[in-house]
């Protein structure tokens, strides 16, 4: 009868300490731990494994496979209405953090309408797959990205009802993120399809609400805010994006879109107020050409960068 001992010796060369083993008379028992493996790894290892501890003495050869569930904060960027600069938000907040350290990854869940592409100079670039998962691109800021505009063609039209919209996202958030620990989540405007099943199977950690000073969009921020929580998910705090202009050539300030509006609905929704973002033509600049304003040192990253500092703070607290 082979010892256990003999056996943990045959597997170690192999097994990368992943395997646990157990003798049962003419049988071994191998649990292997495979975790962060993708599937095609994982059969190797356990060929490999299996082969190895085919050894005189042992009849049977039992592999139990276990992964222990990584665990990677999910933080949705939402608004209630469209063209208060969500998309913008999103992706100079995913920079801003990994210039602050942190492992980020970037999905534009905006199905019907991604912005990110542009925003992160991917255009014309086509994820791969590997083992039936998508590879998220690379981008030139540290922050590995997938859209839905990195899967159809430039300019074509996505009319997709709900279901067809509710599998898109999982095929973006299911991905190989590899060591990515946050996903910043860009979702569409409003409460619909993809926001329902982003609560329902791919659960975030906390929301960041994007709005502008008016009334109007505040008014459907609120919508949003309601969303989550009714479904329980924490609401990291309001934005207001587009806060003040100052014109180019006198240097006067205006409001165009009101003054100090989020910051009193957060105030009255109890919701922390995470800061103003300019109205600023060096940011809209900049983000059409595919150059964050987070990633430089800019004036025009430092918003992003003191909203991403609060968000780190909340991550570290969770």
Same mark, same amino acid.
């Given at each position: 009868?082979?010892? $256990?001992?003999?056996?943990?010796?045959?597997?170690?060369?192999?097994?990368?300490?992943?395997?646990?083993?157990?003798?049962?008379?003419?049988?071994?028992?191998?649990?292997?731990?495979?975790?962060?493996?993708?599937?095609?790894?994982?059969?190797?290892? !356990?060929?490999? &494994?299996?082969? +190895?501890?085919?050894?005189?003495? =042992?009849?049977?050869?039992?592999?139990?496979?276990?992964?222990?569930?990584?665990?990677?904060?999910?933080?949705?960027?939402?608004?209630?209405?469209?063209?208060?600069?969500?998309?913008?938000?999103?992706?100079?907040?995913?920079?801003?953090?990994?210039?602050?350290?942190?492992?980020?990854?970037?999905?534009?869940?905006?199905?019907?309408?991604?912005?990110?592409?542009?925003?992160?100079?991917?255009?014309?670039?086509?994820?791969?797959?590997?083992?039936?998962?998508?590879?998220?691109?690379?981008?030139?800021?540290?922050?590995?990205?997938?859209?839905?505009?990195?899967?159809?063609?430039?300019?074509?039209?996505?009319?997709?009802?709900?279901?067809?919209?509710?599998?898109?996202?999982?095929?973006? &958030?299911?991905?190989?993120?590899?060591?990515?620990?946050?996903?910043?989540?860009?979702?569409?405007?409003?409460?619909?399809?993809?926001?329902?099943?982003? =609560?329902?199977?791919?659960?975030?950690?906390?929301? &960041?609400? &994007?709005?502008?000073?008016?009334?109007? *969009?505040?008014?459907?921020?609120?919508?949003?805010?309601?969303?989550?929580?009714?479904?329980?998910?924490?609401?990291?705090?309001?934005?207001?994006?587009?806060?003040?202009?100052?014109?180019?050539?006198?240097?006067?300030?205006?409001?165009?879109?009101?003054?100090?509006?989020? !910051?009193? +609905?957060? *105030? $009255?929704?109890?919701?922390?107020?995470?800061?103003?973002?300019?109205?600023?033509?060096?940011?809209?600049?900049?983000?059409?050409?595919?150059?964050?304003?987070?990633?430089?040192?800019?004036?025009?990253? *430092?918003?992003?960068?003191?909203? *991403?500092?609060?968000?780190?703070?909340?991550?570290?607290?969770?």
């Amino acid at each position: 009868m082979i010892e $256990k001992a003999e056996l943990e010796a045959a597997l170690a060369p192999v097994s990368a300490g992943r395997a646990t083993v157990r003798i049962d008379g003419a049988r071994a028992n191998v649990i292997l731990d495979v975790t962060g493996l993708p599937d095609a790894a994982q059969d190797a290892l !356990e060929a490999d &494994v299996r082969h +190895a501890a085919t050894l005189p003495g =042992i009849a049977e050869v039992r592999i139990a496979r276990t992964a222990t569930r990584t665990t990677r904060q999910l933080i949705a960027v939402a608004s209630g209405k469209g063209g208060v600069g969500k998309s913008t938000v999103s992706a100079n907040l995913a920079v801003a953090l990994a210039r602050g350290g942190r492992r980020v990854g970037l999905v534009d869940a905006d199905i019907y309408g991604p912005s990110q592409p542009r925003l992160m100079a991917t255009q014309g670039q086509k994820p791969q797959a590997h083992d039936k998962k998508l590879v998220p691109l690379a981008t030139r800021y540290g922050v590995p990205m997938l859209s839905m505009g990195g899967l159809v063609t430039d300019g074509q039209a996505i009319a997709w009802r709900g279901p067809m919209a509710a599998g898109a996202l999982g095929q973006l &958030v299911d991905a190989n993120w590899g060591a990515a620990e946050t996903l910043v989540i860009d979702l569409p405007p409003g409460t619909g399809d993809v926001q329902l099943t982003m =609560i329902q199977k791919h659960r975030p950690a906390g929301a &960041v609400i &994007v709005s502008t000073p008016q009334d109007l *969009a505040l008014i459907d921020a609120t919508r949003a805010i309601d969303l989550f929580v009714k479904a329980g998910v924490p609401i990291i705090g309001l934005v207001e994006n587009m806060a003040g202009y100052a014109c180019p050539h006198c240097g006067e300030l205006s409001d165009p879109f009101g003054q100090g509006g989020a !910051e009193a +609905a957060a *105030a $009255k929704l109890g919701i922390p107020f995470l800061g103003r973002i300019p109205l600023d033509i060096a940011i809209r600049t900049a983000s059409d050409a595919g150059t964050p304003p987070a990633a430089g040192n800019g004036p025009e990253g *430092a918003a992003f960068t003191r909203l *991403a500092g609060q968000v780190q703070d909340w991550l570290d607290g969770v």
